[in-house]
Every structure is written in structure tokens, then in C-alpha cells.
């Protein structure tokens, strides 16, 4: 079992950065994949980032390529995603995930885990 906590959203100008955490308790986070999803108003959630278990292999959707950056640090059982150029239709709710194992990155029913979010808003 693992709980997943996000934190490190908040209102931030468009070009600016932010670095939000997921922090992870339970046995299994260094054995799991990490991903982060957001969701805006009134569309799906959408995959962002994700990490091997190792940290060794990351991906990434070609609309945040250069721009967000997913870290991990298995000591301190905790995920991290740094956006940077932040635009406002980077705007929603972040989610973090964690799954065993991934065939698809994109397909959030893969992951196994959830965080209950937390809010980015960009401003223009």
C-alpha cells in the first residue's frame, strides 16, 4: 500500500516556475513507477511526467518537453515535478500516481495510487 501526498501548488505569472512534491509512505514507493497527471475544468485527466522506480528512465509528453522535469528521491520516499515556463493552460489540479508496473504512461487507470491533488493556477 502506499499514500501519496502532493504539495507545492499554489498562483503563479505565466513564465514562472514551480516545484511541486509528492511525498510517499509505505513500503513499495522505491519499487513503484511515479507519474503526475493534472486535470483542468471540464477535461480529462491528462498524463505529464513520469519516472522508472530507479529514476533511471523518465517520459514525457512533447507539450511539457523542456519545460517539466520529474525527480525522485527513493531515501526520502518522495517525487518531485519542476515546471518551468509555466503558461496559463498549465493550469489545474496535479496529481501524483504510482503504479508497480507500466506498459502505457499515458493510461491513468495503470496507476495503482493516487494523491488528492493540488492546485496550479497561471496567470497571464
Known amino acids: 500500500q502506499l499514500q501519496l501526498v502532493e504539495s507545492g501548488g499554489g498562483l503563479v505569472q505565466a513564465g514562472g516556475s514551480l516545484r511541486l512534491s509528492c511525498a510517499a509512505s509505505?513500503?513499495?514507493?522505491?519499487?513503484?513507477?511515479m507519474g503526475w497527471f493534472r486535470q483542468a475544468p471540464r477535461k480529462e485527466r491528462e498524463f505529464v511526467a513520469g519516472?522508472?522506480?530507479?529514476?533511471?528512465?523518465?517520459n514525457y509528453p512533447e507539450f511539457v518537453k523542456g519545460r517539466f522535469t520529474i525527480t525522485r528521491d527513493n531515501d526520502k520516499n518522495t517525487a518531485y515535478l519542476q515546471m518551468n515556463s509555466l503558461k496559463p493552460e498549465d493550469t489545474g489540479v496535479y496529481y501524483c500516481?504510482?503504479?508497480?508496473?507500466?506498459?502505457?504512461?499515458?493510461?491513468?487507470?495503470?496507476?495503482?495510487?493516487w494523491g488528492q491533488g493540488t492546485q496550479v493556477t497561471v496567470s497571464s
Open positions: 509505505g513500503r513499495s514507493f522505491a519499487n513503484s513507477v
Open positions: 500516481s504510482a503504479a508497480s508496473r507500466i506498459s502505457n504512461w499515458n493510461n491513468p487507470t495503470e496507476y495503482n495510487y
Open positions: 519516472i522508472s522506480w530507479g529514476g533511471r528512465f523518465t
